[in-house]
């Protein structure tokens, strides 16, 4: 299979022009076809390794495609090591190497300390700002952009066109409901797919207590509407995931952020030092490889989570879209499974291991679940009706656990291969987290290291990192950031890394 | 063509039980395939009228399909007035009948006149109870409800079948885009495809200016968000479409219902005393065919309907989503037209004439942009990514024009059947409105006839109808009701309606 082959490619939607849907764009199924015919080439020795490859220009002609359809099938292949560009010489095929495990990883990260008084959320501008900057490098058409920023992953390790074939199957064979109305809580066929699915990790769901929503995002947005009223406090994990601060924000709630470890999460005595210090009407957690720090609440620890959270009456707005990234043994249980009361609503989706543009979550609200679907229903009707089949029919049918298992693997080894990376590169004195999902690293650098400033700094050269400021209500972890491992190649993540260090090292200290 | 042909067969996606999503469902395609190639034999002379049908059972061995797509064929035509059925019998080639047009239309409805006191919105659970009992119904397998309730139009008269091939075109040409984050404010050639036909009625946009929603309901409810606060006040028709008064009373506002004229619309003398008598934060009005009235502003009275809001630093949030269905002359301006300081958001999308199951609604938020697209991307951070390259796609070259003619001719004949079925069914004292587009009539009964209870009634005859206390904060209007002439064949909505005079007739004056 032909590696991460168009990442570092100008990918995202917003790339597609006015009027040049059909004319200009690059032809996305064709150049990864002749990419991967050319690869499959090289492998046979047909082409041979150091030899230049055809020009574009022939290479567009000889296949009848155009210019930039044939440019974007050798950026595939460079990325993935099967060619190398030479300045005013062209494409040559080279020789692959492995980028070689040393083995060495930087020390670990300590506990995080932060201030348990209820704050607004203050960084809100910030995340903009570099959310929006981010976005207009990405559609600036540098097709070199190194994508440490954003937690998405390489498109290339996505079943898109197996859910492509979902899709086109449910359209035609269902034309009048793919275009009806599907109100809230959603097409049955899918809650029931996710429902069985729940059950393989320990957790009873019926259909009915799943709700349908555009992703997880928006059914954390309902869970917290369902829960809170505007002023209220709501405990998060110090770091955590931007989106959920800037819907604290937005609701004009304040945030109260707990301790967390950086391989076991949330620090359960910072927590209930909190609650018992402040009136907290919910709490958002990622007990499973959360969002910056793909830490792991063990068993133990969530079961007590619960408890404690029961006994407080605070709900649980548990965040598991990362469940399914465990690197190693069996995909780890949601807190919800240790609920007796629906005092958990238990947020999840597919759009960390499956279709991102699909926007398909879901949310079982527990003893909320009727607000969820009525604020469902009022807020936005209910979700497209196609994707919802599509996901359905490739969950019974498409192989999403062959699929998991696939792209574990490929999480493991890249987040491996990053840790690896900074231990070589960055200067001394730099820390991380040691992750066992998701596909991002967490890493503390030398005091004197403003990451906002080496996100400016780093845009300039074509690196996209996550600054850590925009993962604190209060704008702390000035010298963290978030290294997104899920979607450059293993040689284009290590020539950032590297770019990155060298950047760093510049720095007075 | 043949009419209308599933329409009366349950329809919504909610009946594809948990795993029949493959083999016990109708075959949506193929039904239609087979009821139109039997109607071309009766149009032919093929199939005699008066004949008896093959049986059920006979078409599906002759054609090798199953019983239930047979019998979806069959009731298609008996929709479409091509076959009955005779108990015991079986179906039978029938003569076709138009119902034949009377010419006496019911009096019209007056002005409505409602408190200007501010409320909180008390038919909240009303609405829940109406629209569940309504889903209930829907989903219960009853082949032969009648659809006067939702306004929903006959899924027959969508171009399914063209939207569908823009879907598959996108999903195999952009496999990746269409399975990448679509952030918001969403795809550009949607944006573009938007701005263009804006400029068709005379309305000036920038692709920039819009923001892609999940529907107009989650533009409403961005846009309610963006520039209220929890106990404000909110100006609305009365009577107005009660998602509106659910995203009132889902976010905490209380709402000032404000005259209207059954064919007019707003009434600006009872907009401007209750400016003057109260402190009002936003209004939500629907000027061009709002639901349910269906009434139109006149150009002069959105001119001045903006100037007055402009004045008052009052933003108007405009609902245009029926804009498109004019049953005659040109298509109405939205009153956005003439915003000059950008006060005006313009809330849109495609879900009445063209794709209910896609979801794709936007909104041009004038100088709230920002702000929208904030609480966008907080809230569900983008469109799911085909669906809006479809709906781009059919814009630019799939005859949406072609299509609205059609369609609005649609309108407009079902909704004058509609009110003659009424002048000749319903008891005397009945009154309704003449509106101008939509496919909806808002009907003033009796005094002594209460909707909520006709609702019951009817339901359990097969009848779905849309009580007027759903439509009012304070659960007036309690002898009216809303009647949808979009989705039932011509003899299918007549028959409706002598059975409701019927149950009307029953009850005590």
């Known amino acids: ?138 559609n600036s058409g540098n097709a070199d952009l190194y994508q440490l920023g954003a937690a998405i992953c390489c498109p290339s390790y996505l079943p898109t066109d197996a859910l492509t074939k979902c899709l086109i199957n449910a359209a035609k064979r269902y034309p009048d409901i793919g275009n009806s109305y599907d109100f809230a809580p959603g097409t049955p066929v899918l809650r029931t797919a996710i429902a069985r699915r729940a059950l393989d990790y320990g957790l009873t769901l019926h259909p009915d207590d799943i709700v349908l929503t555009v992703g997880a995002t928006e059914a954390l947005q309902l869970c917290l509407r369902a829960v809170t009223n505007p002023g209220d406090a709501v405990a998060i994990g110090s770091p955590t995931y931007y989106n959920i601060l800037q819907l604290i924000e937005s609701l004009g709630l304040r945030a109260v952020e707990v301790a967390t470890h950086p391989n076991d999460g949330v620090v359960l005595e910072s927590l209930e030092q909190a609650l018992e210090s402040e009136k907290i009407s919910a709490c958002i957690f990622m007990p499973s490889f959360g969002n910056p720090l793909g830490a792991r609440m063990s068993d133990e620890n969530k079961k007590r989570l619960v408890a404690m959270l029961d006994k407080w009456e605070v709900p649980l707005i548990e965040d598991d879209v990362w469940g399914n990234t465990n690197f190693e043994g069996a995909r780890p249980k949601p807190a919800k499974c240790y609920d007796q009361t629906g005092n958990v609503l238990l947020v999840s989706g597919f759009s960390k291991t499956l279709a991102p543009g699909y926007r398909v979550g879901w949310v079982a609200a527990g003893r909320y679940r009727k607000r969820v679907e009525y604020l469902k229903i009022v807020g936005s009707e209910g979700n497209p009706t196609l994707p919802s089949l599509a996901i359905a029919e490739f969950l019974n049918h498409g192989g999403y656990d062959y699929h998991l298992r696939r792209i574990r693997r490929y999480f493991a080894e890249q987040t491996q291969m990053a840790l690896e990376g900074i231990a070589k590169h960055f200067p001394e004195g730099t820390k991380t987290n040691r992750p066992k999902g998701g596909h991002f690293l967490w890493v503390e650098l030398p005091q004197h290291i403003d990451t906002i400033e080496l996100f400016e700094d780093a ?51």
């Open 1 to 138: 299979l032909l590696h991460s082959d168009i990442c570092g490619e100008k990918m995202n939607s917003n790339v597609i022009g006015p009027s040049t849907l059909q004319s200009e764009l690059v032809d996305d199924r064709l150049y990864r076809q002749i990419a991967s015919q050319i690869a499959t080439q090289i492998d046979n020795g047909i082409l041979k390794r150091g030899t230049k490859a055809p020009s574009i220009r022939r290479l567009s002609s000889e296949r009848g495609i155009s210019i930039s359809t044939a440019l974007a099938a050798y950026r595939a292949l460079e990325n993935d090591g099967y060619l190398e560009a030479r300045p005013q010489s062209g494409y040559y095929v080279r020789e692959r190497h492995n980028v070689n495990s040393t083995g060495i990883l930087p020390p670990e990260i300590e506990q995080s300390t932060p201030s348990l008084e209820p704050t607004t959320v203050r960084n809100a501008e910030l995340v903009v700002r570099v959310l929006q900057a981010s976005n207009y490098a990405s």
């Open 459 to 509: 845009i300039k050269e074509g690196i996209l990192i996550a600054p850590g400021p925009i993962f604190s209500a209060r704008q702390k972890f000035k010298n963290y950031m978030r290294v997104n491992c899920g979607y450059n190649s293993p040689q284009r993540m290590d020539f950032a890394l590297e770019k990155l260090g060298g950047m760093m090292k510049k720095k007075r200290g």
